[in-house]
């Protein structure tokens, strides 16, 4: 049974460049959820998508946006990025109808501006 | 709006001791309440969960049990090791309060544990 896969490992970008990070949902789950974690802190929730649309959406700026294709993957990006946009990003998934609040995080995805 | 407190770390302690990891939250609703994992250069892992009052959570030795009355899921393990060395994490979810389903966490605490 796969779980939640992260695309890439690390990345290192330059202040204002473009980022996209990728994630693909544990096997069954329908729903993801992004969180931004800085060194040190806990995890903090970007968005949340299912069924291709955003759900919900924490106190991030619309530098951060995201999207869902239909097999349930999805895809985070991030616009004009600062120094404090390096951290740890986490995707993490659920399933909608039966467990929603129950989520399985991936390995998260290291980046790092410069 | 919901919130969750955690003890500062570091906790240091010596193989086979009694670990207690404390946790407190603020929620509007009815929220279910989250340990998790997070090894050195790892995402997090789901330690355990306990979705109403009285619940226990237990999973590979650590247990919390989720108390509305004092508003805490307090983790303990009786007997820690070495590979339990990790940052833990305390977190809620609210789908019908203030986080409306995302997850709410606490800072972490990061355990070490000496051989």
């Known amino acids: 049974d796969a779980g939640v896969t992260q695309s890439p490992t690390h990345l290192i970008k330059t202040r204002g460049q473009q980022v996209t990070l990728r994630c693909s949902p544990k096997s069954g789950h329908d729903t993801v959820s992004w969180y931004q974690q800085a060194l040190g802190q806990g995890p903090q929730f970007i968005f949340q998508?299912?069924?291709?649309?955003?759900?919900q959406r924490g106190n991030f700026p619309d530098r951060f946006s995201g999207h869902q294709f239909p097999n349930y993957s999805s895809e985070l990006n991030v616009n004009a990025l600062l120094l404090g946009d390096s951290a740890l990003y986490l995707c993490?998934?659920?399933?909608?109808?039966?467990?929603?609040?129950?989520?399985?995080f991936g390995p998260g995805t290291r980046l790092t501006v410069l | 709006g919901d919130s969750v407190t955690q003890m500062e770390g570091p906790v240091t302690l010596s193989e086979e001791a009694f670990l207690t990891i404390n946790c407190t939250y603020t929620?509007?609703?009815?929220?279910?309440l989250f340990w998790y994992v997070q090894y050195p250069g790892e995402g997090l892992q789901l330690l355990l969960k306990a979705t109403k009052a009285d619940d226990k959570g237990s999973n590979k030795g650590f247990e919390a049990t989720y108390r509305k009355e004092t508003t805490s899921f307090h983790l303990e393990k009786g007997s820690v090791q070495v590979s339990d060395s990790a940052v833990y994490f305390c977190?809620?979810?609210?789908?019908?309060?203030?986080?409306?389903?995302?997850?709410?966490f606490g800072k972490g605490t990061k355990l070490s544990v000496k051989p």
């Open positions: 977190a809620l979810s609210d789908p019908w309060g203030g986080s409306q389903g995302n997850l709410i």
């Open positions: 998508y299912y069924e291709e649309e955003e759900r």
């Open positions: 993490a998934s659920s399933l909608a109808l039966t467990d929603t609040d129950t989520q399985y």
């Open positions: 929620a509007t609703g009815y929220p279910s």
